[in-house]
């Protein structure tokens, strides 16, 4: 699954957004981990501190 904003399914499926309550989108734990990781390792972003952690410690 891409990583889609609330505004793209507000434009693709916005007849379902108002039938429902609330959303909720579920990520597999382990994918988001490695995700993060290669993110991280591969340099991050200036903004982000956390990725320091990971290359300090890999």
Same mark, same amino acid.
């Given at each position: 699954?891409?990583?889609?904003?609330?505004?793209?399914?507000?434009?693709? &499926?916005? %007849?379902?957004?108002?039938? *429902?309550?609330?959303?909720? #989108?579920?990520?597999?734990? $382990?994918?988001?981990?490695?995700?993060?990781?290669?993110? &991280?390792? %591969?340099?991050?972003?200036? *903004?982000?501190?956390?990725? #320091?952690?990971?290359?300090? $410690?890999?």
């Amino acid at each position: 699954m891409l990583h889609e904003t609330m505004h793209f399914f507000t434009r693709t &499926a916005p %007849a379902t957004l108002r039938q *429902i309550p609330s959303v909720a #989108i579920l990520r597999d734990p $382990v994918a988001r981990f490695v995700s993060s990781y290669c993110y &991280a390792r %591969a340099g991050g972003a200036a *903004i982000d501190r956390l990725w #320091i952690r990971f290359v300090i $410690v890999t």
